[in-house]
């Protein structure tokens, strides 16, 4: 798909996560993301504790320094921490709504890959999320959302014309095809535990710190 024509609406991404580590396989969907859609900005909201799953392997300011580094030199791209000094495990639903309040007349664009699309009847107030953000989800090139099995909400939800995202604040639904890598944390951890190499599936800067901090050592059961 052509990149959108700049739109007088600002419209800013959404991309949550552990990121522990972020890798590469974050950073390039996202920048197709950005590019393909003519985003100003897009925050990547580091997620301290998740609810649907385990305590993350690395602590949050390992991985919040970690992100940051990643991130540093790349335009647009800014860490958002309001999830990460909040007492409690963070529901994206409240960090929409936050957000929301900081981006009143702009579209904002929640980024969310595939595997998580098809749980997210299991997030909290996940219906709610459409009346703060569009969701955008990522999917590989040539993937047909045809055969995407969707619920009658969300049908009523889904656009096929990306220009509606700049139309209005929040409300739609929309599948954007993005180079993905098959690239995971997890992956990345059990090799660092393994001892092989990580060369090539993040950031140079970010191999180091882990080098250096150590992380990830010993975590069989990444």
């Known amino acids: 798909m052509d990149k959108l024509e700049p ?6 991404g959404v991309y949550g996560g552990t990121f522990d580590p972020v890798h590469f396989g974050h950073l390039r969907t996202i920048l197709d993301v950005k590019e393909r859609l003519g985003l100003k900005q897009i925050r990547l909201v ?3 504790q998740p609810v649907h799953r385990g305590r993350p392997s690395a602590t949050v300011q390992h991985r919040f320094a970690m992100l940051q580094q990643a991130t540093e030199n790349i335009p647009d791209f800014i860490v958002d921490t309001q999830e990460m ?12 709504k936050s957000l929301r309040q900081q981006f009143v007349q ?14 997210i009847n299991t997030w909290f ?5 459409f009346d703060y953000a569009h969701i955008v989800v990522m999917q590989r090139p040539g ?4 055969n995407v ?3 009658l909400f969300l049908q009523e939800k889904l656009t096929k014309n990306a220009a509606d995202l700049a139309q209005k604040e929040q409300g739609y639904l929309y599948f954007q095809n993005v180079i993905q890598l098959d690239i995971s944390a997890t992956q990345i951890r059990q090799k660092v535990a393994q001892h092989e190499s990580i060369d090539f599936l993040l950031p140079n800067n970010i191999i180091k710190y882990i080098r250096d901090n150590d992380l990830y050592l010993g975590d069989f059961n990444a």
């Not at 739109?7 to 800013?12: G, L, P």
């Not at 495990?89 to 409240?94: A, G, L, V």
């Not at 702009?106 to 749980?119: H, N, P, T, V, Y």
């Open 143 to 146: 993937s047909n959302i045809e």
């Open 85 to 96: 000094v909040r007492d409690k495990p963070s529901y994206m639903i409240e960090t929409l």
């Open 149 to 151: 099995n969707l619920t």
């Open 7 to 12: 739109k007088n609406k600002a419209m800013i």
């Open 125 to 129: 107030q996940w219906q709610q999320l």
């Open 46 to 48: 580091l997620c301290a």
């Open 106 to 119: 702009q579209s904002l664009i929640l980024i969310i890959g595939g595997d998580a699309f098809e749980k």
